[in-house]
């Protein structure tokens, strides 16, 4: 006897994709039209600052949205594990824009020193790719969750968390620190990227 197919419930289907791509939803009119992802490169330690300036003074009609990218990263003090946030790329601000003209003049607006990254007079923008591994990665919140992981024989597994299924860029990991360090290709050019990984079990071998 031919077993019967089960219907599809078409509003769980429906509600499980909006799940799925609703943390995306606010940076969509971002991903249309003629809005690019500009880099901009300013002094280490005054991100935050930059990003505040920046939205306070360049119309916002120009500036679309500022994105500041962070991790997060465990550090050990009064014997207690604590989850601290920290920039992801540190020196740089993403600046979301479809006028580069006017978003170039209205930064002389911002009295710390900045720049447009780029090389003579042609200006950096991310490509699809970049952009898309970043909202992939850091996601609705701009910010890398902690990852975590095992280590068999040389290998590293990792099990749950942003990292997983990026094993191939992973350049180091200091298992006491709770730390990764990832070869990236952004703005042009390789990228040493710190991030956060619990090393949860480490075997000699794969059995």
């Known amino acids: 006897m031919k077993k019967q197919k089960q219907p599809v419930d078409r509003d769980l289907v429906d509600r499980s994709f909006f799940a799925r791509v609703e943390p995306f939803l606010y940076l969509l009119p971002f991903l249309m039209g003629g809005f690019m992802w500009y880099v901009i490169q300013t002094s280490t330690g005054r991100e935050e600052n930059i990003k505040q300036e920046c939205e306070q003074r360049i119309s916002k009609d120009v500036l679309s949205h500022c994105v500041l990218p962070l991790y997060e990263e465990k550090i050990k003090y009064k014997g207690q594990w604590h989850i601290q946030k920290k920039k992801l790329f540190p020196g740089y601000l993403f600046l979301i824009s479809e006028n580069l003209d006017e978003l170039h003049e209205q930064l002389k607006r911002v009295e710390a020193m900045t720049k447009l990254l780029g090389a003579g007079d042609d200006i950096i923008a991310l490509t699809q790719n970049e952009i898309d591994f970043l909202l992939r990665f850091a996601g609705d919140e701009e910010l890398v969750k902690m990852s975590q992981g095992m280590i068999i024989g040389d290998k590293v597994v990792i099990l749950s968390g942003p990292l997983k299924g990026m094993e191939s860029t992973i350049q180091r990991i200091d298992r006491h620190k709770r730390k990764a360090w990832l070869n990236l290709e952004m703005f042009g050019r390789q990228q040493l990227v710190e991030?956060?990984?619990?090393?949860?079990?480490?075997?000699?071998?794969?059995?």
């Open 195 to 207: 991030v956060g990984v619990e090393i949860v079990k480490k075997v000699a071998c794969e059995t």
